[in-house]
């Protein structure tokens, strides 16, 4: 049987008349006769090297990716070529990880670990997440997933998206400098595109009151690092940062160190609950593909 697709993992149920070979994004490409692969599912949390066998396919047909962001892949992929992304697979994943970050800066608990760390008990009262003013900047999936997170918290959520949808109470961007004087807490859960780098500079952080938490799962480039890291390392505001512009941030960055910042190294999608979301999404396209329907997650 011609193998026509290139899969992360062997566990996958494939429908009748399509065979796969594996590679998971470590080692060397597949080698053989590539020349009948039609679909590669793309390995995820694995860099841009897989990406570059894209150029080894000549009858590909659909591309795969496991990550929502996928606007680095967009010009790589030939035309005519399908993408798909994963749209929906880390919606409670990041939502979780977006809401660990954020309790654990209102409770303050690395300061709690530390003192742990020594045996020491010394007690304060902290902020909280409920009734906290919150401002949500993309309400896309993993957006709505956080939403529904803040709301069950009792956490006062204004939510703003690319363009306004007043039915669905969501502001637009164009809004953001009159709504971040009133934010106890910011959430960005941005793609990387030409309108959201920078987006969040020196001048909306100025906006900012003092002590603000900024939390950002989304992209790096959505916010200014230098302009962050001014404002927290004179102590003015708080971040929670589980994405950052560079990654990796170098050893010595001062946001490592500065008050008030809890850094996780891009992590929030990789989750214990993604994989068996991810295995059922790529079993669902490739029997799609196999009975000649429209793929799930098409982009563009």
Request: hydrophobic residues 45%.
């Amino acid at each position: 049987m011609t193998e026509r697709a290139i899969l992360p993992w062997a566990d996958i149920e494939l429908p009748d008349g399509l065979s796969a070979r594996l590679y998971d994004g470590t080692g060397p490409f597949p080698d053989g006769d590539l020349d009948d692969v039609e679909v590669y599912v793309l390995p995820y949390d694995s860099g841009m090297e897989p990406v570059k066998l894209i150029d080894r396919l000549p009858s590909l047909k659909l591309v795969q990716s496991l990550s929502a962001g996928v606007e680095k892949l967009v010009p790589l992929v030939p035309a005519g070529v399908k993408l798909a992304n994963g749209r929906g697979l880390h919606d409670l994943s990041v939502a979780e990880h977006a809401l660990a970050l954020i309790h654990a800066s209102q409770r303050d608990l690395p300061r709690w670990f530390a003192q742990q760390a020594t045996g020491s008990w010394e007690r304060e009262h902290t902020r909280s997440l409920a009734d906290s003013r919150v401002l949500l900047v993309g309400h896309g999936s993993i957006g709505q997933a956080i939403d529904r997170q803040l709301v069950a918290a009792e956490a006062v959520v204004t939510r703003v998206a690319s363009t306004a949808r007043p039915a669905e109470r969501v502001h637009g961007v164009g809004e953001l400098a009159a709504l971040l004087p009133s934010a106890d807490i910011v959430v960005l859960i941005l793609p990387e595109t030409p309108a959201t780098t920078g987006l969040i500079g020196a001048a909306e952080l100025a906006a900012l009151p003092d002590g603000a938490l900024v939390v950002n799962v989304g992209r790096g480039s959505a916010i200014d690092t230098a302009a962050l890291t001014a404002e927290t390392v004179a102590g003015r505001l708080r971040a929670a940062l589980d994405v950052v512009d560079p990654e990796p941030l170098p050893s010595d960055h001062p946001l490592w160190t500065a008050p008030g910042v809890i850094v996780t190294p891009h992590i929030a999608g990789g989750s214990a609950s993604f994989y068996p979301r991810a295995k059922r999404l790529v079993a669902e396209q490739l029997r799609r593909y196999a009975a000649g329907e429209e793929p799930l997650n098409v982009v563009g």
